[in-house]
């Protein structure tokens, strides 16, 4: 037993590290994580191929990867750069007005659509659109990103670590829209208090000339009308079975693949240019993740860790909720939403099966990795991305900037689920 | 017929240092587009054309912008046109591409035009086997050797 510890936990250690490294892809170094968990599994016989292989939540992967079909297609349409400049027009040239309905549109994006794609269709029109105004860019690029993280939380195809807490808990979609939706409005609201406090100099100047923007005719960013149609006929049906889930006990991936069927069938768009367009190391990292953590879960590990958490919980529940939410969005910030997400699951798993409750412990989990995804640029794609995006425009984001608008935007978000602790 | 029966021998060429200005006033006198930047030893370092002067212009996030056709008025950005900050201080060396396609002066002259439309360029530098640059190759040149038979 001991060795199976000691082997299991260093395998995760190491390719934690190599993951978070930076010096390797997180993909393949996750990768050879999980082959090397399942090769020292077959040796010390904690683990096998086939506990591998139903490790893997297809449940997840099918959700994910229809989701990522049905956002290829939408992309090519131009819908993003058709909303951002209607934005722009609908703010009539305010910057402060334009930074909140800029991240108001981005995070009722991130709800329904992947959040990196979010980022990198909006952001660079907003800049282009702040370079045309003559105003700076900084405030609506770091509240598209803030604010992408955030609306992620709202929904549960809004976010990876979400989709797997649906999938681990068997919440539905109108679960996450019962227990999260409603707070996650509250947290933007509290975000954007932040923003404006922190960038009150920079959005009080108004353009000199907003008449370039109102000659702009966003109609014409729509490239192929006919296909964006189709694939908000695809997205509708997504959204009326995720929300008739529990009537027709569908499955999440089913109803994702579905989407993504009825959107080839109408738009019939190259199917190579498709599959190009799906994040296969996405798709690879989440799958080893599970093989990874599987293995951890075998070996009796996290059993341990769990027993440790059903006797916290069961001395004062409460206390054992804001410790989740605090070590869940640190940790999120400090490892990334995902791993600290795949590292969790089996544990509130098991915390079940000893008998505690575990309905607002999944809750708590979500908001913690959620609204702590923003306290650092490596807490979530979204923010590598977009941080990276900045970098070409003449201010970007630095660390201090970071620190004075995203981090202290997690902090205020945490204490804010952390007085609603009770209720949740 | 190899590449060096046909190239340019006596070429234009500035140093990593050279500044922009001085580029564009070369561009003009010479009537060429495009200029090879060698390091002291006549090694090769990179190229700048019109391209590269006119990239001064576009800000550095413009690739990343899915779409901007429906777009005609480029409001305060126009003022780019009017005054770049900095302009005369970017050298050859900030502006050139350095991952350049080049070919070799003892190479068969067939290798040229397959070269220029595999990478869409319109003149390839000429080197020895040390790599110095000994030549440029433009479609000019190629034109004269198909339609004179080569050497003229």
Known sequence: MMEAYITAGAIFIVTFYAILSGKFDRSIASFAGAMAMVVAGIALGFYSQEA??????????????????????????????????????????????????LGCITAFLSMALD?????????????????????????????????????????????PPNMMIASSAGFSFNDFIVHLFPIVLVAMALSFVVLIIVFKKDICKRPKDFRPILDIDERQAIKDVKSLRKVIFALSIVFALFIAQKKFGLHHSFIALLGAGVVLVLVRPKIEEVIKDVEWPVLIFFASLFVLIGGLEHSGILNIIAKQVVRLASLNYTLAKVSLLWISGISSALVGAIPFTTSMLPVIKYVGVLGQETGSLWWVLALGVGF????????????????????????????KTWLKTATIVMLVNLIFVTLLIKII | MKVKDVMARAIIKVGPSTGIRKIYDI??????????????????????????????????????????????????????????????????????VRDIITINENASLMKAPALMNKYRIRRIPVVDPDKKLVGVITRMDLCRALFNGGLS
């Open chain 1, 52 to 101: 591998a292989f139903g490790m893997i939540d297809f449940n997840v992967m099918g959700l994910l990867l229809g989701m990522m079909v049905i956002v290829s297609v939408c992309k090519k349409t131009g819908f993003f750069s058709y909303v951002a400049i209607k934005t722009v027009k609908a703010s009539g040239g305010s910057p402060l007005r334009l930074m909140i309905m």
């Open chain 1, 115 to 159: 959040n990196v794609t979010t980022i990198i269709l909006i952001i660079p029109i907003t800049i282009l659109v702040c370079d045309i105004l003559g105003i700076n860019p900084l405030p609506m690029i770091v509240s598209e990103i803030v604010l992408s993280n955030i609306g992620g939380v709202g929904t549960m195809i809004g976010d």
């Open chain 1, 372 to 399: 702590g995804g923003c306290g650092t640029p490596i807490g979530t794609m979204a923010g590598v991305v977009g941080l990276s995006m900045s970098e070409r425009t003449r201010t970007p984001i630095d660390f």
């Open chain 2, 27 to 96: 561009f003009c006198e010479k009537n060429i587009s495009g200029v090879p930047v060698v390091d002291g030893e006549n090694r090769l370092l990179g190229m700048v054309t019109k391209t590269e002067l006119l990239e001064v212009l576009v800000p550095d996030y413009f690739d990343m912008v899915d779409e901007f056709l429906f777009i005609d008025d480029f409001g305060a950005l126009e003022e780019r046109l009017e005054s770049i900050p900095n302009l005369e201080l970017f050298i050859a060396e900030d502006l050139m």
